[in-house]
């Protein structure tokens, strides 16, 4: 109906307009037949032309502002929305191609797009365009971009992201709603808020005093100029103009390297000072409580922000959240000036638990930014802190280290990421680097060096390089291409089988991570004999480096003689001049890793804090004594007793002359169970069967095959019972009257 009365009132315009008008050449004749082209023509063809400059003849025509040269304004598929946006920040404005307000912002809207794209985060050479390849580009500096969305064209992806007025500018990171601008519909509205996102994005990267806007349709304006109103910002002018000239000389050093260098080859040099562009900016949690936050306010002071923030969510009726509580408000009193401590009660923020998928209460989280990680411990006050105070270092980004703070940093933590970079690791290689901190807090610490004494113990020879140092020790990363080093998951998946220390105390939280899929020793100690319990720790781990160094022999051993083999077959190939065999022996792929074989793992457990669980499942009794038993958990069994029958004690010579005893298949100590005799037989025979695959394979195929003939002569039996003639009432002999078979009639003389 609507269309019909738009239709009709376009025909009397029409009719007014020809009775009227001089001439058909007219302007206001002109003026309708652009307004007909616009009614009835594709909405999609003319969506450029409302969402960006109002014109479909330049819409999709690169433009030049400050000498530099514009490319068009992205146009986004709505069907592809979510795959066009999911990678960094996006700015886009929903629009229709009929609404006069949308015409009257878009030259507005395309001048902010101008202004932003050819702007670069560190001042150089007055009117000097810069390259978008390079690090100091607006769209490599902060992945900041501009896009438009036609709401006739794509109206399905405008009602998903409840756009019901037109125009409205959503801001979107990596495809995800973040906020919707509510401002004045003016550039210097426009403009505040992407200076408010951009400053959130690179703390104390953007002007103090604010930037010189140009006018709405100008070509260029003088970026070295002041604004003729300064601009209030809310931030630490120190921290941010250290962190701003930090950012600027890097990215000033990098483009003039890059414009003397081979074209494509971009660097940066890493800071070396503790300070992180990501630091917060404001003193956290000035009050010591915990703040309570609701979807508005969760937002503003936590997603759109880059301060760490540590949050319960929680429900009023819930037992644990009760008793939660006090600990909780404790540990924000701990850390007051220290770390932001907030929670939410899903009962009224029920949207933004969901949206957080919280499946049980209380659940907490950790937080920085956009990304989080669960925390799964304990809820004793000493444990909330521990983590607490973890966490803190999140916040300051990966530090930089030099062989002396690694030193000392040493004797406090058993486990050390360490990431060896040089003058040639791009921004993507830290960005990549600076990911993977949240996910390590309270597990393990990371730090980044260019350190030639660090890279020179580590035998560092290629950059970037990471490896792991676990009391020294390291295991090293392989990155097979530049690529793999910013695979986010591929490292985490590395970092998760090595984040353990050598010998990690076993807890409710770890103990899955720990005991599942390997054999596991199993030190039983008590920290209430303090000189006996360090003493014991000292030899469990000694046992554990050196099984892990005759183990790693070993397997170089192996790999070596397939090596060898491999060679002695090329040779006598080549002696007997067979080709076939040579290209054989050459396709030969030496496949083999140490994770082929069960692993073995190393462990202590608090006997007195898990007393009961250790006298009910092991029988044992830590008050008679420190023990060691060497458990597998996928088979519900343990062996406590060595080769000569004596009990496994915590000394190096106990542990390594039982466990070969042990891993051997078939083992040869008897194990004992940790579960019922039913359950243990089960067990058993899935042991068996895992050992012996070929033999338990025989075994099912047997056990089929006898099953079958025994049904086979079971049915032909049956069958020769019911093969006689006349069958079972043949046999009657006349005395059982109508089934005798007499006369027609059923009788008999």
Known sequence: MRSSLVSSFLSLALLSLALTAPSPEGPVAKGVEETLSIQTSNPTNQGAAAGATNSEEDSNKPTTFNGAKVPPMRELNGEQFDEDTKDGYWFVKHYSPFCSHCIAIAPTWQTLYEFYYTSTPVPSAPQTAVDQNSLNSFHRYYKFNFASLDCIAFGTACKAHDVNAYPAFLLYKDGKFVKKFTGPRNFEGLSGFVEETLESIRPGSRPKDGVKLPEVGASGVDTGAKPEILAEKDKDAAAGAAAALKQNQQAAETSTATESSLAGHESLKASKISESSSKPTKTPNPLGTSVPLSAE????????????????????????????????????????????????????????????RVEGYPTIHFFRGGERVEYDGLRGLGDLISYAKKALDVGMGVQYVDAAAFKKMEETEEVIFVYFYDHATTTEDFDALERLCLSLVGRAKIVKTDSAVLADRFKISTWPRLLVSRDGRPSYYNALAPKDMRDFRRVMNWMQTVWLPIVPELTASNSHEIMDGKFVVLGILSRDRAQDFELDRREIKNAALEWMEKQTHAFQLERQEMRDAKQLRIEEAEDRNDQRALRAAKSIRIQISEDDKKQVGFAWVDGVFWERWIRTTYGIDVRNGERVIINDEENRRYWDITASGGYIVPSRTSILETLPRVVAIPPKISPKSTTGKLESAFFHVRGASTGHPWI???????????????????????????????????????KEGLLSGGGANGKVD
């Open 297 to 356: 306010s969760f937002q503003k002071l936590v997603t759109t922000t880059q301060d760490p923030w540590f949050i319960k969510f929680y429900a009023p009726w819930c037992h644990h959240c009760q008793a939660l509580a006090p600990n909780w408000l404790q540990m924000a009193k701990e850390m007051q000036g220290k770390l932001n401590v907030g929670d939410v009660n899903c009962d009224v923020e029920f949207r933004l638990c969901k949206d957080v």
């Open 696 to 734: 338990s394979l025989g075994l099912i195929v047997g056990i089929m095959v006898g099953m079958a003939l025994w049904g086979k002569g079971r049915i032909r039996r049956a069958k020769g019972l019911s093969g006689h003639t006349g069958g079972y009432f043949s046999q009657l002999d006349g």
